[in-house]
């Protein structure tokens, strides 16, 4: 069974109480769950953590391709537009990656526009909130599929 790290960056932790009104009321907890079930439905496994920590961020990314993973979900949160450590483990890793955010980042602030992860990302899925996992654990499950043919 392929396996996706689905990776969450800073402040992820806070949700269902963090700015509600942007974010919703679900919780990391709650959208792990979700993010188990879609996986099962692909027969995917995952890997799912969450980290206020750049570098741990980036050990897990080295760890994703290191344990033959088949992809990565990246929520790189606050670190979207200022991480050139995210960005250069993604390059060197070499693996599919889907970028997600729960919000539109681009009907936010201007500076939250930009975002360095995707350079390097295969996509990048916005503002539907916790479907925006979903939705990428489906894109990840089509691009598996693709490449086994």
Known sequence: MATLYILNGPNLNLLGTREPEKYGRATLAEIETLCRAAAKAHKLDIVFRQS????????WIQEAKAKNA??????PA??????VALLDALLAVQLPVIEIHLTNIHAREEFRHHSLISKVATAVICGLGPGSYEQAIAGMAGLIARAKQ
Do not use: M, P, R
Not at 52 to 59: A, I, K, T
Not at 70 to 75: D, E, K, M, P, V
Not at 78 to 83: A, E
């Open 78 to 83: 606050g670190y979207t537009t200022t991480s």
């Open 52 to 59: 206020n920590h750049e570098g741990e961020l980036v050990d």
């Open 70 to 75: 088949a992809g990565i979900i990246l929520n």
